[in-house]
């Protein structure tokens, strides 16, 4: 867990930010040993998730609706594990952090803020993207071509770091608004007419 104590024990100015998540995608290399590869890779992906939720507006709530917890979601099977359970250390915006686990897409609630789809859903992410498409939820996942099937980020790992990329309609459409400094770090996916994808 000394990776995660690092990173979130880091409170920069707002404009910092920036240069912290060049830090978690560039300079944090997986230090990994053998029999424990992909526990570290996803100690760095929760504190990446953390870090994303900076450089991402979700549409103004009112006051009647402002939620009691930021909830993080998971749907499908939880590479996680434990790791997961210091985000709700954190604060979103002053809101709390909740994490959520679902097995089944129909099961999810509207008041996951955050979705990161496990790669065990690939058989049916399409028509999972497609029901929450419309919804201001941030869609995550790290399974492949996850941008170019709908999602909004796709997390992507390299040889020593996780970089990702952004389908910038995929957003818009969910009504939220990410961040340049973020959009300048990814690859941005365009899907054409993608109001139009079944």
């Excluded at 990776?3 to 100015?13: G, K, M, Q, V």
């Excluded at 952004?166 to 054409?192: C, R």
Aim: proline residues 4%.
């Amino acid at each position: 867990m000394g990776f995660l104590i690092e990173i979130f024990s880091i409170r920069p100015t707002r404009e910092k930010w920036f240069g912290y998540l060049l830090l978690v995608l560039f300079a944090a290399h997986l230090h990994a040993n053998a029999t424990e590869p992909l526990l570290s890779e996803y100690k760095i992906k929760v504190a990446l998730l953390y870090k994303l939720t900076r450089f991402v507006e979700w549409p103004p709530v009112t006051e009647s609706a402002t939620p009691e917890s930021f909830n993080i979601c998971v749907l499908g099977r939880d590479d996680f594990g434990s790791n997961l359970n210091v985000l709700e250390e954190r604060k979103v915006n002053d809101v709390a952090i909740a994490i959520r686990h679902y097995s089944y897409s129909t099961s999810v609630e509207s008041s996951c803020q955050l979705l990161f789809i496990s790669d065990s859903k690939a058989a049916f992410m399409k028509s999972i993207l497609h029901a929450f498409k419309n919804q201001p939820i941030l869609t995550v996942s790290d399974a492949r071509n996850f941008a170019e099937n709908g999602g909004i980020i796709g997390l992507v790992l390299g040889q020593n770091h996780i970089g990702f990329e952004i389908n910038l309609d995929a957003a818009h459409a969910a009504g939220l608004k990410i961040s340049a400094p973020l959009l300048e770090l990814a690859t941005v996916i365009h899907v054409h007419n993608f109001k139009d994808m079944p």
